[in-house]
T-cell receptor
Framework: AQTVTQSQPEMSVQEAETVTLSCTYDTSESNYYLFWYKQPPSRQMILVIRQEAYKQQNATENRFSVNFQKAAKSFSLKISDSQLGDTAMYFCAFILPPYTGGFKTIFGAGTRLFVKA | GAVVSQHPSWVICKSGTSVKIECRSLDFQATTMFWYRQFPKQSLMLMATSNEGSKATYEQGVEKDKFLINHASLTLSTLTVTSAHPEDSSFYIC???????????????FGPGTRLTVT
């Protein structure tokens, strides 16, 4: 069974500093997709960044980047130059391609991030 | 693009009544839609997966007779909570995945959620 583990229930960071959120997952498949979603107080889920497992290059979206370590099954999110608007719950998520029979997205428990002024 | 709407955004109903929540993909065709339930400060719990034109697949422990899901078209799925009780009070979120020929990394697009309170 696929699982996603986020070991940090809460984190805080000073505005303009950098913070890294950790995520590990477990699967026996070699092809899959990983995501980080953000859920601000409005509770609207927002995609932050995605990574295809077959791509070795780490994904980057502006201030957000990932450190994807496939062998270690690790997928951490780095937020640079943290802004007050980054305060939210962050969920790491994993999905297998449909042809593997797995089509559901598996979410981690989430990490609540507070950005302090 | 890829916007998903939910209606209503919040609803209060009396115990024993039924309430319907709509989920619409506004600018794309969604062959697959998902319904989640989220308790305060917790992760999303998948309730069921619905494919257009077929019966929904419910996760273990989810009562299919209580949570009726209908995916009647490529842009609309509904969740009906039947005979609601206070323990059904929760935040319900739907999401949609684009169908062929466009499938962008199997990303899901989420609705804004519906807060259900059963009194």
């Amino acid at each position: 069974a696929q699982t996603v583990t986020q070991s940090q229930p809460e984190m805080s960071v000073q505005e303009a500093e950098t913070v890294t959120l950790s995520c590990t997952y477990d699967t026996s498949e070699s092809n899959y997709y990983l995501f980080w979603y953000k859920q601000p107080p409005s509770r609207q889920m927002i995609l932050v960044i995605r990574q295809e497992a077959y791509k070795q290059q780490n994904a980057t979206e502006n201030r957000f980047s990932v450190n994807f370590q496939k062998a270690a099954k690790s997928f951490s999110l780095k937020i640079s130059d943290s802004q007050l608007g980054d305060t939210a719950m962050y969920f790491c998520a994993f999905i297998l391609p449909p042809y593997t029979g797995g089509f559901k997205t598996i979410f981690g428990a989430g990490t609540r991030l507070f950005v302090k002024a | 693009g890829a916007v998903v709407s939910q209606h209503p955004s919040w609803v209060i109903c009396k115990s024993g009544t039924s309430v319907k929540i709509e989920c619409r993909s506004l600018d794309f065709q969604a062959t697959t839609m998902f319904w989640y339930r989220q308790f305060p400060k917790q992760s999303l719990m998948l309730m069921a997966t619905s494919n257009e034109g077929s019966k929904a697949t419910y996760e273990q422990g989810v009562e299919k007779d209580k949570f009726l899901i209908n995916h009647a078209s490529l842009t609309l799925s509904t969740l009906t909570v039947t005979s609601a009780h206070p323990e059904d009070s929760s935040f319900y979120i739907c999401s949609a995945r684009q169908g062929p020929p466009v499938q962008t990394s199997y990303e899901q697009y989420f609705g804004p959620g519906t807060r259900l309170t059963v009194t």
